[in-house]
């Protein structure tokens, strides 16, 4: 069996890296391909108590416990099933669930920073950054906060002023020299979502 092939998709917060990385997985349906998302990976808090888990700042990359998702990786490209952790937003820690991940041809690795560490960049095949304006992530991220997470709006922008933003500049923006490929605008950005799909195809059939 070969080595699946590692695609790194990241960007800001609300960048569209999560529909850029829908799109692949849609586009290449019958194929064996998964998506793992960075953030099931957020360190474990329960030794925490709860108000000190509120303090977490999830946009440093000191929040992940990337060296078991590099273990993990390497375990489904030796063709080992793994136990993908699930993180428990409500509780702020992981939750004692996880979900079993069989070895696939493609993986999707996905977040915010998944550029940033050394050892998973070299891991990956392919390194997208989904590049959108400042504005945009944040009109978006206010949306999908109130929306789906019921938070306020003071709140949020409290956390982008004092975590989001500056640690993008910090942390993230930074590792787009790392990229392969920068899609401006994620998915509405169909000439750069159909180049990405023609060198996904032409990699898959070199492996065959």
Do not use: W
Not at 58 to 79: F, K, N, S, V, W
Not at 85 to 111: A, F, L, M, W
Not at 156 to 182: C, G, S
Request: proline share 3%.
């Amino acid at each position: 069996m070969k080595k699946p092939m590692i695609i790194g998709v990241t960007g800001g917060s609300a960048s569209g890296k999560t529909s850029v990385s829908q799109a692949i997985l849609t586009n290449f349906s019958n194929e064996q391909i998964a998506l793992i998302e960075h953030d099931s990976y957020y360190k474990d808090q329960s030794h925490l108590d709860f108000e000190e888990r509120l303090k977490t700042n999830y946009d440093h990359p000191l929040a992940y416990d990337t060296t078991y998702l590099i273990r993990q990786l390497e375990e489904l490209q030796a063709g080992k099933e793994v136990a993908i952790p699930i993180y428990d937003y409500t509780n702020h820690t992981r939750s004692q669930e996880t979900y079993c991940q069989k070895p696939v041809d493609v993986i999707i690795v996905e977040g915010i920073l998944v550029l940033e560490d050394e050892r998973l960049r070299d891991m990956m095949a392919i390194k997208i950054f989904v590049d959108t304006d400042d504005d945009v992530r944040i009109i978006r991220r206010i949306k999908r906060d109130m929306s789906e997470r019921g938070r306020s709006l003071d709140s949020i922008i409290e956390q982008y002023l004092n975590a989001v933003k500056p640690m993008y500049h910090e942390f993230i923006e930074p590792t787009k020299r790392y990229a392969d490929l920068i899609i401006p605008e994620g998915i509405s950005n169909l000439v750069g979502l159909d180049i990405i799909n023609t060198k996904i195809a032409a990699i898959l059939e070199e492996n065959k």
